[in-house]
């Protein structure tokens, strides 16, 4: 089952609170004490959790290039426009991403590094470099390709991506802690790799 992203987060949260309450119900009538309330922060919190964790994301770019994010529950096969089938399952710490176009898409990993400062200098030097021949360092930002009427499955910090196409990356963030914050970017590939 596909669900879309405000649905999701509707059921996420309000399903479990259901859960809780209607526990604490039952078990209070049932045996005339409150034991349904601890029971039913334990249910309700294993469910909470399946949702955020157990739940992978997928994204879906259509030849328009508008994207779609769902969240799948279970088996579920998409047909895109060319007529092929694909199985949006697939490991809850990943993101997919579904290229329902005819144009080569890449994901870009943009690196905020200290005072969370965005060096767009740097990253388009490492990007025009970036070839079979390119030597990677650690630091460097990561590239993924994903073909035209393909999918893709990456495992990305707090697993969403935060751009698409043509917005603009800000060249400062703000976050907590001390260590470098990453963001991703669905665009376009300007040439084949």
């Known amino acids: 089952m596909?669900?879309?992203?405000?649905?999701?987060?509707?059921?996420?949260?309000?399903?479990?609170?259901?859960?809780?309450?209607?526990l604490t119900i039952v078990i209070y009538k049932k045996f005339k004490n409150y034991y349904g309330v601890v029971i039913g922060v334990l249910?309700?919190?294993m469910m909470f959790a399946?949702?955020?964790?157990?739940?992978?994301k997928v994204y879906i770019v259509n030849n328009n290039?508008?994207?779609?994010?769902?969240?799948?529950?279970?088996?579920?096969?998409?047909?895109?426009?060319?007529?092929t089938q694909v199985d949006?399952?697939?490991d809850p710490m990943e993101v997919m991403v579904v290229n329902n176009s005819s144009v080569e898409l890449m994901l870009e990993e943009i690196i905020y590094g200290p005072d969370f400062y965005f060096?767009?200098?740097k990253y388009d030097d490492v990007i025009s470099s970036v070839d079979s021949t390119h030597d990677k360092k650690a630091n460097d930002p990561r590239i993924?390709?994903?073909e035209s009427y393909n999918t893709g499955s990456f495992r990305l910090a707090h697993q969403r991506i935060d751009y698409f196409f043509d917005e603009e990356m800000p060249r400062k963030i703000k976050e907590y802690g001390t260590s470098n914050k990453k963001k991703y970017r669905l665009r376009k590939a300007p040439r084949k790799h």
């Open 2 to 22: 596909c669900i879309n992203g405000q649905l999701y987060t509707v059921m996420s949260i309000l399903l479990p609170i259901l859960v809780w309450i209607g």
């Open 43 to 45: 249910v309700s919190g």
């Open 50 to 56: 399946f949702f955020q964790v157990g739940v992978p």
């Open 65 to 83: 290039l508008k994207v779609k994010s769902v969240r799948v529950i279970g088996g579920v096969n998409y047909q895109m426009d060319n007529g």
């Open 88 to 90: 949006l399952q697939h």
């Open 119 to 121: 060096n767009k200098q």
């Open 144 to 146: 993924f390709y994903i």
